[in-house]
């Protein structure tokens, strides 16, 4: 997780990188979408808000490393599991 800021809007978001590797089969790719998409459609005062996701495909590849980047809403006190 990057702690990350958009310049234009001055926007802080945390951001969830979830590499993709030759090891990546098409049952992770499925999951991660699907974790995308419940992400999408919660929406709650208790829970973080997705806030947008990118995929880095091979053309990008050396200018990123390839995967899925998932912005969310930052949790600005600190670490989620240290409240726990």
Known sequence: IFHTINFLTHLVAACKLITFTPATTSTTCK?????MHIYSILK?????????AIMVKTKHAHLYMLGIYMLMELLGSGDLFDKI
């Open 31 to 35: 999951s991660t979408e699907k974790e």
């Open 44 to 52: 709650h005062p208790h829970i973080l808000e997705f806030l947008n």
